[in-house]
């Protein structure tokens, strides 16, 4: 088993910055496919950003791409979403998951608990 902690949410201004934690515990991830998600009220949960075990791939949300990078440092199992120029479009519940397969046939075999970011206008 997977337990994944996801730290670094809060409240920030519109155009500030967070960063996001993802700390894994129970085994190594380092060979798991690591994904962003968030979701808000009454939506769908949405991918965010991805990376590959190797750190060779990312895959971001065209909604992201230029202000979220996504991170991981193995030695560490821990996985990072810097999210720079937050927009109040940005608020939502930020989950981390994990999953052995690549990016294409992602399922989410483990998910954290999440962590609210609000971004004020």
């Known amino acids: 088993q997977v337990q994944l902690v996801e730290s670094g949410g809060g409240l920030v201004q519109a155009g500030g910055s967070l960063r996001l934690s993802c700390a894994a515990s129970?085994?190594?991830?380092?060979?798991?496919?690591m994904a962003w998600f968030r979701q808000t009220p009454g939506k769908a949960r949405e991918s965010v950003a991805a990376?590959?075990?190797?750190?060779?791939?990312?895959y971001y949300a065209e909604s992201v791409k230029g202000r979220f990078t996504i991170s991981r440092d193995n030695a560490k199992n821990t996985v990072y979403l810097q999210m720079n120029s937050l927009e109040p479009e940005d608020t939502a519940v930020y989950y981390c998951?994990?999953?052995?397969?690549?990016?294409?046939?992602?399922?989410?075999?483990?998910w954290g608990q999440g962590t609210q970011v609000t971004v004020s206008s």
């Open positions: 129970g085994r190594s991830v380092s060979s798991y496919t």
């Open positions: 990376v590959s075990w190797s750190s060779g791939t990312t």
């Open positions: 998951a994990a999953d052995p397969r690549h990016w294409s046939h992602f399922v989410g075999d483990y």
